[in-house]
């Protein structure tokens, strides 16, 4: 990761804000947890920058926490642009802002979004409280630390829990792309014949809570996105994974797509992917593509479970 703070920056940027909506600073230091390598904005030196421009999360406990920590990073009197599509959270980014203590938010529309501006007030008990509240926590019914904003943050993933039941033991050498907290994970490392086992999510908060979770001397945790890293892994035995196929809060079945096209280059010749989706995602004629032979040992409750051959 890089530092927030280096020399010269003193803006703050959080996700892809519409190029349209505001201008960005060639040096405005990158801090989204899904775009991998950028600066991690919860270990950022409060009251130290001038700015923060924000592509504000849809999820209302994500989206105060991100808010909250942009805010603390600022200088008293530091301005926020905050910028969100009217349906995802747009319309609340003023009250969001407001619980924070911020007394002087603006809000102007164009083009499906809302747009909030502000300064950074000098009181920063209520954004403490925010990020307290809305940060990572040991979550007792899944017993797992977890974080508003990673996937399937505090509940078992019904695609996932029918993937656990239906899989074997594995054995050998593998890989979890897309591990979020690492519940599949725990499943794997069950069978005392796995020898490594890689997660992998483009999430940095998942793989943190992922590495606190699992606890595994075989376990290797990489910050990347799978569809186009992990160039240094090939031959693998295994590969489990329920694939993303929302971005930006779009479905977008391309996203499971690319990352059936890269397990099948990670795996061995014989290596096995084990895959679970939503029954309507047209993954089938990729597998064709990618691996030798595919069956569905589960379709129920409107998942499927693919097991396929390299």
Not at 16 to 25: F, K, N, R, T
Not at 103 to 108: A, G, L
Not at 238 to 250: A, C, L, Q, S, T
């Amino acid at each position: 990761m890089t530092d927030i703070h280096a020399e010269p920056t003193r803006t703050g940027l959080y996700g892809e804000p519409p190029a349209e909506l505001v201008e960005i600073p060639a040096d405005a230091r990158q801090c989204s947890p899904l775009i991998p390598g950028s600066a991690a904005l919860e270990e950022a030196p409060e009251r130290t920058l001038d700015r923060f421009i924000l592509a504000a999360p849809g999820g209302l406990q994500e989206r105060r926490h991100v808010l909250a920590l942009a805010l603390k990073a600022l200088k008293p009197g530091g301005d926020i642009i905050a910028i969100a599509p009217k349906k995802k959270g747009g319309q609340r980014l003023a009250g969001d802002l407001e619980s924070l203590g911020c007394t002087d938010v603006s809000i102007s529309s164009k083009s499906h979004c809302k747009i909030a501006q502000c300064t950074s007030p000098d009181d920063l008990t209520a954004i403490n409280e925010a990020i307290a509240a809305y940060g990572p926590r040991l979550d007792e019914d899944l017993g797992l630390w977890t974080r508003p904003g990673v996937f399937a943050w505090d509940r078992v993933d019904p695609a996932t829990a029918l993937l656990m039941d239906t899989m074997p033991d594995l054995a050998g050498r593998g890989a979890d792309l897309g591990c979020g907290l690492g519940i599949l994970a725990h499943r794997v490392l069950q069978s005392e014949a796995v020898t490594e086992l890689t997660l992998v999510d483009i999430d940095r908060r998942a793989v943190e809570m992922a590495w606190r979770n699992v606890g595994d001397d075989r376990v290797k945790v990489r910050w990347e996105d799978a569809r186009t890293g992990l160039q240094d892994i090939s031959g693998l035995d295994f590969i489990v994974m329920n694939p993303p196929f929302h971005e930006g809060g779009d479905e977008n079945r391309s996203l499971g797509q690319a990352f059936i096209k890269s397990a099948s280059k990670l795996l061995r010749k014989g290596g096995k992917l084990w895959l679970t989706a939503n029954r309507h995602l047209p993954y089938e004629a990729t597998l064709d593509d990618c691996f030798s032979s595919w069956t569905k040992p589960a379709d129920q409750g409107g998942y499927k479970i693919i097991e396929a051959t390299r």
